[in-house]
């Protein structure tokens, strides 16, 4: 019986197991797509749009680069992106009033927003951001000042 059981979890298992492939994105992730905009003006945009709330340059990691060179070692496609970045950067005002609620509130800075397209549409670009769900004074600010960072990209863009 328990082996019958265990053969049921594990066909059950593998029979979902190409659902997760093609999940949808992940609860709390925030997405917005910029149809026509290429990679590099939505990438300059955000930059900008964060400069324009008084905050140092932002800290860019090359996502997709590090994607596309270490395909051939873990076997992934290595064009899962056409380009993509991740730009982090901090509010000390924000950062402050966060870890002033709950000093564990350091695990959320510093913020980031990924700017992507894909290989497919490379003249659209996309804005993926996780802002928290903390239920804050602190929350409340963080979410507003990303949503003025993602509103400032887009008016930069000619989207707003």
């Known amino acids: 019986m328990l082996r019958s059981l265990r053969r049921a979890a594990i066909c059950c298992a593998l029979s979902l197991a190409p659902a997760a492939t093609f999940a949808?994105?992940?609860?709390?992730?925030?997405?917005?797509?910029?149809?026509?905009?290429?990679?590099?003006?939505?990438?300059?945009?955000?930059?900008?749009?964060?400069?324009?709330?008084?905050?140092?340059?932002?800290?860019?990691?090359g996502f997709g680069a590090m994607l596309e060179r270490t395909a051939p070692d873990l076997g992934h496609d290595p064009a899962l992106y056409g380009d993509a970045e991740i730009l982090s950067f901090c509010s000390a005002g924000v950062a402050a009033r966060l870890v002033a609620e709950a000093r564990e509130h350091i695990a959320l800075c510093p913020l980031s927003i990924a700017v992507y397209s894909l290989p497919q549409t490379p003249r659209d670009a996309t804005l993926a951001w996780r802002p928290p769900t903390l239920d804050s004074p602190g929350g409340d600010a963080v979410r507003a000042l990303m949503a003025r960072i993602v509103a400032g990209a887009a008016r930069l863009v000619g989207r707003r």
């Open 24 to 61: 949808a994105p992940a609860e709390g992730i925030m997405v917005e797509h910029f149809p026509g905009v290429p990679f590099a003006d939505l990438r300059e945009a955000l930059a900008d749009a964060i400069a324009d709330e008084g905050l140092s340059a932002p800290v860019v990691s």
